[in-house]
């Protein structure tokens, strides 16, 4: 059975940080690119980062470049995405993503002060 399951989200003052976990299992997880999405209210689901499949390459949506990093470590099946300086627009529904067919169920990331 597939699973992708996200943890880490909360509630976050603006300038603050989170670390957003996703534990893979069921499939051959060094073998896929992963991508974190959002989706705040209202909005579509956009692309925040990428990594490739043994995590060399990388890259990120223009609006989060210098803030956020992804990581991942195949021995554990684990990608992570850490988010630094929080602002209240990267509020939302962070989904992991095994591209193209696996969906977590989201974790939800608050920025309010």
């Known amino acids: 059975q597939v699973q992708l399951v996200e943890s880490g989200g909360g509630l976050v003052q603006p300038g603050g940080s989170l670390r957003l976990s996703c534990a893979a299992s069921?499939?051959?997880?060094?073998?896929?690119?992963m991508r974190w999405y959002r989706q705040a209210p209202g909005k579509e689901r956009e692309l925040v980062a990428h990594?490739?499949?043994?995590?060399?390459?990388?890259n990120y949506a223009d609006s989060v470049k210098g803030r956020f990093t992804i990581s991942r470590d195949n021995a554990k099946n684990m990608v992570y995405l850490q988010m630094n300086s929080l602002k209240p627009e990267d509020t939302g529904v962070y989904y992991c993503?095994?591209?193209?067919?696996?969906w977590g169920q989201g974790t939800q990331v608050t920025v309010s002060s």
């Open positions: 069921g499939f051959t997880f060094s073998s896929y690119v």
């Open positions: 990594i490739s499949d043994k995590g060399r390459f990388t």
């Open positions: 993503h095994a591209w193209s067919r696996y």
